[in-house]
């Protein structure tokens, strides 16, 4: 069956370096995500991203993130200098066209650890 | 504001019981979805659920909507020590095709053997 796979599975960084997290979607999906889970609450859309260009982003998703398809199958996410309250699980997700094709499914996460 | 929110907050039962959590929301939605996370892994989807559904089934999964009262419940019946998980619901918004999901804080669930 299908799924989304993420890469690294987790990360530990330095605060103030970049990180970039992987995702590599399910391959007849248009439509991607990411979310992150701080430790114990709920998960929270970050951004989304459609036809190579941002759909939507929140109001976390500021200057330091950035992120890019840079070829046929991957989606990134970069955090420019990473804060220590990014530490976070990071989720992607993608999602199919057409009107039976509602659900997101989701990577595995990337646990990210800055220190 | 929240778009979701489930309770009970945390559920204990017995293995063999049945275990219903619910989900209300504030804005009209197109689908409703919910979700099983084991303790810090990834997000397993469950049951999608249509705005013009009331009920689905999946395995041992039952899944109700009741959109006059914008809210959801989700039952496990029969329930599994593998049962143990937090659950959560997810919804889009009607204005907008594709949309991201909200999550609510989730229902954490120990099924004891």
């Known amino acids: 069956e299908p799924e989304v796979t993420q890469t690294p599975s987790h990360q530990v960084t330095q605060m103030g370096q970049e990180v970039i997290l992987r995702c590599v979607p399910i391959s007849n999906h248009l439509y991607f995500y990411w979310y992150r889970q701080i430790l114990g609450q709920k998960v929270e859309f970050l951004v989304s991203?459609?036809?190579?260009?941002?759909s939507e982003k929140s109001e976390i998703f500021d200057d330091q993130f950035s992120v890019e398809r840079p070829d046929g199958s991957n989606f990134t996410l970069k955090i420019r200098s990473t804060k220590l309250e990014d530490s976070a699980m990071y989720f992607c997700?993608?999602?199919?066209w057409g009107a039976g094709n509602n659900e997101q499914f989701f990577g595995p996460g990337t646990r990210l650890t800055v220190l | 504001s929240q778009q979701g929110e489930e309770d009970p907050q945390a559920l204990s039962i017995q293995e063999g019981e049945n275990a219903t959590m619910n989900c209300s929301y504030k804005?009209?939605?197109?689908?409703l979805q919910w979700y099983r996370q084991n303790s810090g892994r990834g997000l397993v989807h469950l049951i999608l659920i249509r705005s013009n559904e009331r009920e689905k089934h999946s395995g041992r999964l039952r899944v109700t909507l009741d959109t006059s009262k914008k809210s959801s419940s989700l039952l496990i019946t029969a329930s599994r020590a593998a049962d143990t998980a937090s659950y959560f619901c997810?919804?889009?918004?009607?204005?907008?095709?594709?949309?991201?999901?909200?999550f609510g804080p989730g229902t954490s669930l120990s099924v004891i053997p």
């Open positions: 804005t009209s939605i197109n689908n």
């Open positions: 997700a993608s999602r199919g």
């Open positions: 991203f459609y036809n190579n260009e941002i």
């Open positions: 997810a919804t889009d918004r009607v204005k907008t095709s594709y949309d991201k999901v909200i």
